[in-house]
């Protein structure tokens, strides 16, 4: 099950289109680009929302805004076209290329290529591990973590389960992604205490494969059938996940429980209002891309990059720029209507209208 959204998938679709389309680049027409600067290389358009409605468009004006020629690609969930839009951006000019790799594997071969051509790349929002990227630009993701796990523990108190020793289950990111490792090293950092304490018993836990929502909805169906139903909270690592809970809790006919997750998308802030979920992850995006943008003007234009910390990637310490996450919920839903981060038209609508009273 995908996020919710007014339109449906042929807005989803939609999007996705314009927002291709409007990534070709200062130069004109994709077919007549020869000669670029710099590249971003985006996953795909399912996973998360975010890749259409932010990353795509904010990265696009910041070049434009600074006069480069650029390309912004999307890999649609396809390794070997992410690597293939790589060596057509080295092709074409580029003289640094951000990297949002679908998986460490596929970063590392394209910044391998990159750099046997004389290309600088940046991670961009995932690490690459072993990867030869000059720079990383992403949130905390490890406190990305811990505010799920300190989210589903206040949830798991507000109802009145967190004295009655809950089952928690854990349907995790995909394994290949090290995004999702370093989230789940911040939330078990809050709930391994309370399953070694017995506060909590641990439950399943499944890492959930390429970031799938319908493998995650099989997942956790399988995941009820095991226990019985007997699962009193999710840590579900992103709102897509959580969406599967949903579709499962809903389908078998199960009350609500803590679900958490991450993106602050439109569905997910629908759920959180509806009370089917406890919480989201809110990562600026603008913030993120105009950070890694900016990274990229000055490493283009020969300026010195500002950096706020380093990430080991597993072979050496990479220079980073690391951005703050919130933690959204009933009470501070209204944040993303007011950075301009969702539209309230997104979300109150149809059968959510009546959650957004007095907003």
């Known amino acids: 099950m995908k996020p919710s959204f007014p339109s449906g998938g042929i807005w989803v679709l939609a999007l996705a289109a314009i927002g291709l389309v409007a990534a070709v680049g200062a130069s004109g027409a994709a077919a007549s680009t020869k000669k670029i600067q710099v590249c971003a290389l985006l996953p ?3 996973t998360s929302v975010r890749y259409v409605l932010f990353d795509a468009p904010d990265l696009s004006k910041a070049f434009k805004a600074a006069g480069l020629k650029y390309r912004v690609l999307n890999a649609q969930g396809s390794t070997s076209t992410q690597i293939s839009q790589a060596e057509q951006c080295i092709t074409n000019g580029a003289k640094v290329i951000l990297v949002d790799a679908l998986d460490s594997g596929t970063g590392a071969t394209i910044e391998a290529n990159a750099a046997a051509a004389g290309v600088k790349t940046i991670d961009y929002d995932r ?14 993701n490890v406190k990305v973590g811990e505010l799920m796990g300190k989210g589903l523990v206040d949830a798991l ?6 004295s009655k020793h809950p089952v ?6 995909a394994p290949t992604d090290n995004n999702a490792t370093l989230f789940a090293k911040g939330y078990n950092s809050v709930l ?7 506060t909590f018993v641990k439950g399943p836990n499944q890492s959930v494969t390429a970031w799938n929502n319908q493998v995650a909805l099989t997942d956790f169906q399988a995941m009820l059938a095991k226990t019985n139903n007997k699962i009193d909270a999710v840590l579900a690592a992103n709102d897509g996940l959580a969406s599967s809970v949903v579709s499962a809790l809903k389908s078998a006919k199960l009350n609500p ?3 958490t997750g991450q993106d602050a998308t439109p569905g997910g802030v629908q759920y959180i ?14 913030v993120e891309a105009a950070a890694a943008s900016r990274v990229a003007i000055d490493m283009i234009k020969g300026k010195p990059v500002k950096t706020n910390g380093t990430t080991s990637n597993g072979v050496r310490k990479v220079p980073s720029v690391l951005e703050t996450p919130i933690w959204v919920t ?10 301009g981060f969702l539209k309230k038209s997104q979300v109150c609508v149809g059968d959510y209208a009546q959650f957004c009273a007095g907003t």
């Open 330 to 339: 009933k009470k501070n839903y209204t944040l993303l209507f007011k950075q």
């Open 192 to 198: 391994n205490p309370l399953y070694n304490d017995g």
């Open 257 to 259: 429980v803590p679900v």
């Open 127 to 140: 690490l690459v591990l072993k990867g030869k990227a000059s720079y990383y630009v992403s949130f905390n």
């Open 44 to 46: 795909d358009t399912t």
């Open 168 to 173: 928690v289950a854990e349907l995790n990111g």
């Open 273 to 286: 209002l509806a009370g089917w979920q406890s919480g989201t992850v809110y990562k600026p995006v603008p």
């Open 157 to 162: 108190k507000a109802n009145g389960m967190y």
